[in-house]
């Protein structure tokens, strides 16, 4: 069984940062660790994910160059560093991990998800 929990959301002006962490338990089996995100009325969409083996590293366009996934695999926790936030990036933040290969920021590849941790970003 695997469980992930998830930490460190809040509100935050327009331009802050956020730092997310996933700590994960059952840690051994998966391949990709993601992120993602849903707003009220909306999808949940991928916001970036990582292979836990080696250094693939995807994220969505709307988040290139604003925030930063990493992993610390002694900790067994997954990063998301969020920078420059706008308010359109208030949403649930969610971790998820699939242990099938191959990279997706498809929400409905992911096999484990964690609760969620709530980002209001205020302008």
């Known amino acids: 069984q695997v469980l992930l929990v998830e930490s460190g959301g809040g509100s935050v002006q327009a331009g802050g940062s956020l730092r997310l962490s996933c700590a994960a338990s059952?840690?051994?089996?998966?391949?990709?660790m993601g992120w993602f995100r849903q707003a009220p009325g909306k999808e949940r969409e991928g916001v970036a994910t990582i292979y836990r083996a080696g250094s693939g590293i995807y994220y969505a366009d709307s988040v290139k160059g604003r925030f930063t996934i990493s992993q610390d695999n002694a900790k067994n926790t997954v990063y998301l560093q969020m920078n420059s936030l706008k308010p359109e990036d208030t949403a649930m933040y969610y971790c998820?991990?699939?242990?099938?290969?191959?990279?997706?920021?498809?929400?409905?590849?992911?096999?484990?998800w964690g609760q969620g941790t709530q980002v209001t970003v205020s302008s």
């Open positions: 059952g840690y051994g089996s998966l391949r990709y």
């Open positions: 998820a991990a699939k242990s099938t290969s191959g990279w997706s920021l498809s929400p409905e590849r992911y096999n484990y």
